[in-house]
Structures are given as structure tokens and as C-alpha cells.
């Protein structure tokens, strides 16, 4: 019997080669994150044995919780949910290879002074709030630059790229504006060349845009819902601090 998983992987797959064609752009230009909160472990692996090798999580007791059942296969996990700077201790004990939330200074230097206390480095990149939602996390874009500047000074932490989340809406070209934003701040951060900062990476894109984003220039999509289905969950499941979801996929 079919599994729905790979069928939906492999579905996803095309969509993605689709947009880069249409777009100009290599296939292997854009890297697939599986988004897996709720997801148990046993259909995470699934992917994960059918070639995936980069899962996306958003709370610590979730990565905590598979850690045993999925540490034995070759993978990456991004820490792409809002992240509470009394949890930096424990995200770190899982093997986070990069945290894609970070989106203000506290939490920069709380991250800076365990890395240097543990010997150990790790990458981030600026979540960047394009949609100017109060419900959503991330720095405000004016004030991207400014935050960089300041977490390029951590020596531990290694900023990669920049990452948001769309605006959830039915207006595509309302959509695109986020996108597009994304790639016009990390083309001005290009031109300051700031000592220790790449921009090589945009995560940007769900299940339901991540054409549009492709076409403005993502080289990271999260999917989770198109993969692995509806979560049964109720919305304030994924609510940080009070604030809105800012985790569909």
C-alpha cells in the first residue's frame, strides 16, 4: 500500500522543480525543510528514509520528545520556532545545527554566552517580520540591518541568512511583497559587507506559497501540512507568549 507521506514528498519534490524551472533556477537551488510539530516521529522517519535530510522544529519538547527514535539517521534540525531565552539550554542539548528565529539582541547574547561556555558554535539566521503583523515574531525590517551588526559581534554565532513568514493571505501579490522584502534586505546586507555575516540562505515559503516564493528568490522552503497533513491540533497549540500562530506550514 501506498504511503501518503511519500507520495505527498513526492509531490512536493515536483512542485519545487517546477517553480525553480519556471523561475531559471537549478533544482537543487532550493532545499526542502520538513516542518514536523506534531508529527510523530515514526512518519518523520518515513521521509527521513526516503532521502530527507532537514526537519524543522518549533518546540524544544517536540525535538526532546524524537530525539531517540531519530538521532540514528543522518539529519539536520533547525530550530525555526519563537525561541525563549530560558530554553537556549535546552534546545542545545539535542543537536540543533542552526536556529532560524532569531529575531532580537537578549537572545543573541544569552545564545553567545552558553555557545562560549559549551565550546561550541552555531548558525542563525535574522527572523525577519515582513508582513508587519503584531501577531508575528521576527525583527522589523528597518531594523534588520541594525540587529545584524550587532549579532555579528557574537564570535559563536554564525549568521547564515534570513528567514520570515508571509503574510496568510489569499492576495498572492500581497504575499509576494513579503518575499520580496526578504530579498531586497538581504541584498542591502550583501552590500555592507560586515565581517563575519553570509546572506547565503532566504527561508521563506509554506505549503501553500512556496512558488511565489521560489520565484523571489528562496533557497529554503518549510512544509510540513502538504507532507504530513492537517494537524489535529487546536491553533493555540502553536501560540507563543500570548501572541499568533506564526507556525503554519
Avoid at 11 to 19: E, F, N, T
Avoid at 130 to 138: C, V
Wanted: aromatic share 6%; proline share 2%; hydrophobic share 40%.
Amino acid at each position: 500500500m501506498d504511503d501518503p507521506v511519500i507520495d505527498n514528498l513526492t509531490h512536493i519534490l515536483d512542485r519545487i522543480a517546477s517553480a525553480c524551472k519556471a523561475s531559471g533556477r537549478p533544482a537543487d537551488s532550493v532545499k526542502l525543510l520538513l516542518a514536523t510539530k506534531t508529527v510523530p516521529a515514526d512518519r518523520i522517519k518515513t521521509a527521513l528514509l526516503a532521502g530527507q535530510t532537514l526537519i524543522g522544529e518549533n518546540k524544544v519538547q517536540e525535538i526532546r520528545d524524537k530525539y531517540e527514535v531519530l538521532q540514528s539517521i543522518p539529519h539536520q534540525t533547525h530550530y525555526i520556532g519563537h525561541l525563549q531565552t530560558n530554553k537556549i539550554k535546552d534546545v542545545l542539548k539535542y543537536n540543533v545545527s542552526c536556529i532560524q528565529s532569531l529575531d532580537r539582541i537578549d537572545l543573541a547574547e544569552k545564545l553567545e554566552q552558553r555557545l562560549a561556555l559549551e565550546g561550541r558554535h552555531m548558525d542563525v539566521f535574522i527572523q525577519v517580520n515582513t508582513s508587519f503583523e503584531d501577531s508575528k515574531f521576527g525583527v522589523a525590517p528597518e531594523e534588520a540591518l541594525n540587529l545584524i551588526r550587532q549579532v555579528a559581534l557574537c564570535e559563536h554565532l554564525h549568521i547564515k541568512g534570513l528567514m520570515t513568514i508571509g503574510l496568510f493571505s489569499a492576495d498572492n501579490e500581497q504575499v509576494r511583497k513579503c518575499f520580496r522584502l526578504l530579498k531586497g534586505i538581504q541584498l542591502q546586507i550583501n552590500s555592507e559587507n560586515i565581517a563575519g555575516v553570509e546572506m547565503t540562505d532566504l527561508s521563506m515559503g509554506m505549503s501553500g506559497d512556496l512558488e511565489i516564493a521560489i520565484q523571489e528568490g528562496a533557497t529554503i522552503v518549510r512544509v510540513g501540512t502538504a507532507i504530513f497533513g492537517q494537524r489535529i491540533y487546536p491553533d493555540s497549540y502553536y501560540w507563543n507568549e500570548g501572541q499568533d500562530s506564526q507556525q503554519v506550514s
